[in-house]
Nanobody
Framework: VQLVESGGGLVQAGGSLRLSCTAS??????????VAWFRQAPGKEREGVCGYSSSEADKYCADFVKGRFTIGEDGGTNAVYLQMNNVKPEDSAIYYC???????????????????????WGQGTQVTVSS
């Protein structure tokens, strides 16, 4: 099982970026799972950005990106994306995707974005937003 993030780079404030988390060794559509994007900026703690459980309809995003970022599955490429719109300099960080297998119900925002529940992590992709 491997997760590989891509799509990071340098973008101007107000611009858009789409990150992808491509899986190998399993198929997102075939296995129940929870998946989330996290980020970590230098000198700061890792924080959850957006996530969801494949067993539920709801998707969750942290307040600091709500209305700007969305998460979804791209079945054609066996990837989960993070669409980042209207980015801000404070969005600069290394972005990681993570997955945990199984049926996950009722976790809500806090549970879905709790890093400790995830067992598989990618290596991360750097996002830098210039002002």
């Amino acid at each position: 099982v491997q997760l590989v993030e891509s799509g990071g780079g340098l973008v101007q404030a107000g611009g858009s970026l789409r990150l992808s988390c491509t899986a190998s060794g399993f198929t997102f559509a075939a296995l129940p799972h929870a998946v989330a994007w996290f980020r970590q900026a230098p000198g700061k703690e890792r924080e959850g950005v957006c996530g969801y459980s494949s067993s539920e309809a709801d998707k969750y995003c942290a307040d600091f990106v709500k209305g700007r970022f969305t998460i979804g599955e791209d079945g054609g490429t066996n990837a989960v994306y993070l669409q980042m719109n209207n980015v801000k300099p404070e969005d600069s960080a290394i972005y990681y995707c993570a997955v945990v297998f199984g049926v996950h119900l009722g976790a809500g925002l806090q549970g879905t974005l709790r890093a400790a529940r995830y067992t598989r992590w990618g290596q991360g992709t750097q996002v830098t937003v210039s002002s």
